[in-house]
């Protein structure tokens, strides 16, 4: 038996991030595109998302970096935030309940759309010197 519990502690973090981007690694529409960015660098990843979502979820400020940039150039379009969101909302559902679990939840929302949006706008308008 698996009792779901709150997320409270960053223990909770580190099992909500390893067991989603387990998945995501072997997911075979994600797969290619984070093996391909990140290679031998997951640790570093892996450290840096438990840092972003303790900061989101916990309120401890530890994370300091700019989520959209790396994400502006990827080669993705809606179908991969939908398997993205899908692996998320299944993995937050697996193991954890109440309100973190779903802010969670409603954050990864929030932001697929808000990089989506950003991405299709500077797919549409590449930047151009103003001079
Ligand atoms: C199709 C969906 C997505 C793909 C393919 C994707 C892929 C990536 C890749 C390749 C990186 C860079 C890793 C590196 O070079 O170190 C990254 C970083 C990151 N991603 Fe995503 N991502 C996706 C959706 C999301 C969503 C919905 C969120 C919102 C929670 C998110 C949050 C982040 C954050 C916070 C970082 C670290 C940014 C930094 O460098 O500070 N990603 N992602």
Redesign the pocket.
């Known amino acids: 038996m698996n009792a779901k519990k709150e997320i409270a502690a960053m223990e909770d973090i580190r099992l909500l991030v390893d067991t989603f981007y387990g998945k995501v690694r072997i997911d075979p529409l ?1 797969g290619g ?2 093996n391909g ?2 290679k031998d ?1 997951w640790p ?2 892996l450290e ?2 438990y840092s ?1 979502w303790q900061t989101v979820l916990l309120g401890v400020h530890t ?1 300091y ?3 959209f ?3 502006a150039q ?1 080669p ?1 379009e809606q179908k ?2 939908d ?3 899908k692996l ?1 909302h299944e993995t937050v559902d697996e193991h954890f309940t109440g309100k973190k679990a779903a802010e969670a939840k409603w ?2 929302d929030k ?2 759309v808000m ?1 989506l949006s950003k991405i299709g706008y500077y797919r549409n308008n590449p930047a151009k010197p103003l001079l």
């Open positions: 994600l595109i984070f960015v990140i660098r570093q990843h840096k998302m972003f994370y970096g700019s989520p940039p790396p994400h990827l993705v991969h935030f398997a993205w969101l998320w954050r990864g932001m697929a990089f």
